[in-house]
């Protein structure tokens, strides 16, 4: 049974506390004993500990990168607050907000999801984290079971998803249409 991701693109972005609070009770995938978060600087890592006690403590396990960044959050919209303009003799009081930090799961395979040992089953978790995501999307095609499978999740919703196949550039030309660099009249002797 070989299960493994082909493609994969994110930008998921939640609270880092809904992070935290999501791995207090999560439910890992089989394979998954636990997950090791470390937060290095402005990056957090959240790595797969194997429950195979077979798997040398040296062998990376695949792990979840997100960069951590802070936004502030208003508790009202100050663009709906300047919409209906200052009132004259007023002082303009002060919007309550608090800066939160967010975890930004955002890029391609490689970027996101690193190490293969254990790939598919970080994959899922992934999957249960873009669930908890208010914003951003999670697409994926991936292997299971000998099948391949589309994966999509917008804004903590899963949603349809299909796989097209398609003829590439390079499909069906034998190599015809490339330049001939041999008999080529601008390059000279």
Same mark, same amino acid.
């Given at each position: 049974?070989?299960?493994?991701?082909?493609?994969?693109?994110?930008?998921?972005?939640?609270?880092?506390?809904?992070?935290?609070?999501?791995?207090?009770?999560?439910?890992?995938?089989?394979?998954?004993?636990?997950? @090791? *978060?470390? %937060?290095?600087?402005?990056?957090?890592? !959240?790595? #797969?500990?194997? +429950?195979?006690?077979?798997?040398?403590?040296? /062998?990376?396990?695949a792990q979840l990168k997100a960069s951590v960044t802070e936004n502030r959050v208003y508790e009202?919209?100050?663009?709906?607050?300047?919409?209906?303009?200052?009132?004259?003799?007023?002082?303009?009081?002060?919007?309550?907000?608090?800066?939160?930090?967010?975890?930004?799961?955002?890029?391609?395979?490689?970027?996101?999801?690193?190490?293969?040992?254990?790939?598919?089953?970080?994959?899922?978790?992934?999957? @249960? *984290?873009? %669930?908890?995501?208010?914003?951003?999307? !999670?697409? #994926?095609?991936? +292997?299971?079971?000998?099948?391949?499978?589309? /994966?999509?999740?917008?804004?903590?919703?899963?949603?349809?998803?299909s796989i097209e196949v398609v003829e590439g550039p390079g499909d069906g030309n034998n190599g015809e249409s490339?330049?001939?660099?041999?008999?080529?009249?601008?390059?000279?002797?």
């Amino acid at each position: 049974m070989s299960n493994q991701v082909y493609r994969l693109h994110s930008t998921l972005e939640l609270p880092l506390e809904t992070v935290h609070d999501f791995f207090e009770d999560a439910d890992l995938p089989d394979a998954i004993e636990d997950i @090791d *978060i470390t %937060r290095r600087n402005n990056t957090l890592i !959240l790595k #797969a500990v194997a +429950e195979d006690k077979s798997i040398s403590k040296y /062998t990376p396990t695949a792990q979840l990168k997100a960069s951590v960044t802070e936004n502030r959050v208003y508790e009202e919209d100050p663009e709906e607050r300047r919409a209906a303009g200052p009132q004259w003799g007023e002082e303009e009081e002060e919007i309550e907000s608090e800066l939160v930090e967010y975890a930004a799961f955002k890029g391609d395979r490689e970027t996101v999801l690193q190490n293969s040992t254990l790939q598919y089953e970080m994959f899922l978790v992934l999957c @249960d *984290i873009a %669930r908890q995501a208010e914003k951003g999307t !999670l697409t #994926a095609i991936t +292997e299971r079971d000998d099948e391949l499978q589309a /994966t999509r999740i917008v804004d903590g919703d899963d949603r349809p998803a299909s796989i097209e196949v398609v003829e590439g550039p390079g499909d069906g030309n034998n190599g015809e249409s490339g330049v001939n660099w041999r008999d080529n009249k601008f390059i000279s002797d």
